[in-house]
């Protein structure tokens, strides 16, 4: 039986739909418009006509002039109808066109763009619930992770949030023993030891073809003395003893998160030190009500939970490690406390806890 239903409010929630689905294309545009660096060339050589803009990024020009019409009347692009150029507002050039920056986005853009490719194996994992394999996520993936990772990797862990755990400065400062579970492309560990230069990092991470280009990163800039970075699997124990561990935007993608605590439990040393950086979500679904909570579960959908549970993992998804749940699990795992860092920052939650 047909529930009855208010005509205004369906009316009103169809609008807030058709918005929505106008700013999936938006993201589509937004992930062409970095890919061919369309944002960096209005950004640097102001207004263009599409025919302009085409010539110097090389690629279609009716394709450019459609890409350039779809973000001018989404607002995120000017344009002149005078002279028919298309301009890039100055107060959207940090988020569209300048890397590396504090607000640049272009690495979600890249990550979001290749997910949409996903959607297949994605209902089918839905039907079956065996999750995505890893071999099916790109380059595209990974790249556009590295490249959104570096808001916090180049202006807030060495500048900002390490100076707020005395204990971890003081450590590296007077030369510490640091391991970073899954280490991706090893960007955290190489800022850590330019800043350190007293410590000796190593990263784990499962995926060989990270863990090479975090050589390849270390060895470009001249850290390769003092990190090193080798393939692991994190749920067979970290091997060695510690001084401090870190785990930057990682654990809740693990197969085991509880086991890998444990693992680094082990692997610390008297009064070591775990730094977790986690996504900041809310332990009761309600208050991640939100355009960011959005977001976390849709990418927990096609990325985060999915790529745990082909791995064997219970698949906590992105926002499945909250402030409480890691609490819980801190103590399960044997460590004494867990205090949240201040930062302010919507996405990411940051923990210092000890051993």
Not at 20 to 39: I, K, Q, T, W
Not at 171 to 181: I, N
Not at 193 to 216: H, L
């Amino acid at each position: 039986m047909e529930q009855p239903y208010d005509s205004e409010k369906a009316g009103a929630f169809v609008g807030r739909v058709f918005g929505d689905v106008a700013s999936s294309f938006v993201v589509v545009c937004c992930a062409l418009g970095d890919r061919y660096g369309l944002f960096k060339d209005l950004d640097a050589h102001g207004p263009h006509t599409g025919e302009e803009l085409a010539a110097c990024a090389g690629v279609a020009p009716r394709y450019v002039q459609e890409w350039a019409s779809c973000l001018t009347v989404a607002g995120y692009l000017a344009y002149d109808p005078k002279t028919e150029r298309f301009s890039l507002p100055a107060d959207h050039a940090p988020a569209l066109a300048r890397e590396p920056g504090p607000f640049f986005l272009g690495g979600f853009f890249q990550q979001l763009g290749a997910l949409l490719a996903l959607y297949g194996p994605l209902a089918q994992a839905f039907k079956d619930g065996r999750g995505i394999a890893p071999e099916l996520y790109t380059e595209d993936i990974w790249k556009g992770e590295f490249r959104a990772n570096d808001m916090w990797h180049n202006h807030l862990l060495v500048e900002e949030w390490v100076p707020k755990m005395p204990a971890v400065r003081e450590a590296l400062e007077r030369g510490a023993r640091v391991a970073d579970v899954g280490s991706g492309s090893g960007r955290a560990l190489v800022r850590l030891a330019q800043a350190f230069p007293k410590s000796a990092f190593v990263g784990f991470d499962i995926d060989g073809p990270s863990v090479e280009r975090a050589r390849a990163l270390a060895a470009a800039e001249g850290v390769s003395d003092r990190v090193r970075f080798e393939v692991l699997d994190l749920t067979r124990g970290v091997p060695g003893t510690y001084d401090i561990v870190t785990a930057f935007d990682v654990l809740h993608d693990t197969a085991d998160p509880l086991g890998v605590l444990r693992s680094v439990r082990k692997a610390l040393g008297p009064g070591g030190r775990f730094v977790v950086l986690e996504i900041n979500g809310a332990d009761r679904l309600e208050d991640n009500a939100s355009p960011f909570g959005t977001v976390f579960y849709g990418i927990s959908l096609a990325f985060c939970m999915s790529i745990a549970i082909a791995r064997g993992g219970e698949g906590l998804g992105t926002a499945g490690l909250p402030e409480g749940r890691l609490r819980a699990y801190a103590a399960q795992a044997g460590f004494s406390d867990v205090r949240r860092v201040e930062i302010n920052d919507p996405i990411q939650a940051l923990f210092e806890v000890s051993a």
